[in-house]
Each structure stands twice: as structure tokens, then as C-alpha cells.
Nanobody, 114 residues
């Protein structure tokens, strides 16, 4: 019943920016823990950023100062603003929601290349 749909991925040059969105639908309470993971081909999936129930945030060291996670509680949407993108940021980005169990979106491709 719960669905997460990511959007906003695409191709961007190094140093550019993208804004990812994740819209949650279904039987969902507000102020859930939500986050973004990413997985590059042949690599382990890693946590990028999370936003907690009190709206505090946490980031992987590799993206601190460049990425910002935020939430629109009324619309059950979480965002990931990505600035100063690097080729190493290339990956499929997955939205997650934790509400007893963890729900996953299907992912959106982000490619950083010149």
C-alpha cells in the first residue's frame, strides 16, 4: 500500500546541481524517518542522508556541505538537493521511509559526467 516514487534524476556535469524528490503515498503518518541511499554499479549500497522524526538531519561524510535533505510533511515528500556534484556521486539513488519496517522506492539514476 505504501509507495515511494523518486524523480529528478538525470545527467549533470561535474560541479552542477540536481534536486531529487520522493513522493510517498498510501497509509503514512507524518514525521517518519526518511532518507536517501545510493548504489553505484558493483558497489555496496550506502546511506547518503537521513531526516529524523524531529527533522534533524545526518549525512555521509562524502556529501556533507554539498547535499541537503529536507521534508514537506504536508505532502509526504522528501527532497535531496545536491550541489557541487562529482563523478563519484554517480549512482542510482533510492528513497526510503521507516515506519515499523523500511520501504524503498525503485530508484532514480544520477549520472555526473562531462
Amino acid at each position: 500500500q505504501v509507495q515511494l516514487v523518486e524523480s529528478g534524476g538525470g545527467l549533470v556535469q561535474p560541479g552542477g546541481s540536481l534536486r531529487l524528490s520522493c513522493a510517498a503515498s498510501g497509509s503514512i503518518f507524518r514525521n517518519n524517518v526518511m532518507g536517501w541511499f545510493r548504489q553505484a554499479p558493483g558497489k555496496q549500497r550506502e546511506l547518503v542522508a537521513i531526516i529524523l522524526s524531529g527533522d534533524s538531519t545526518n549525512y555521509a561524510d562524502s556529501v556533507k556541505g554539498r547535499f541537503t535533505i529536507s521534508r514537506d510533511n504536508a505532502n509526504n515528500t522528501v527532497y535531496l538537493q545536491m550541489n557541487k556534484l562529482k563523478p563519484e556521486d554517480t549512482a542510482v539513488y533510492y528513497c526510503t521511509l521507516r515506519m515499523g519496517i523500511v520501504y524503498w522506492g525503485q530508484g532514480t539514476q544520477v549520472t555526473v559526467s562531462s
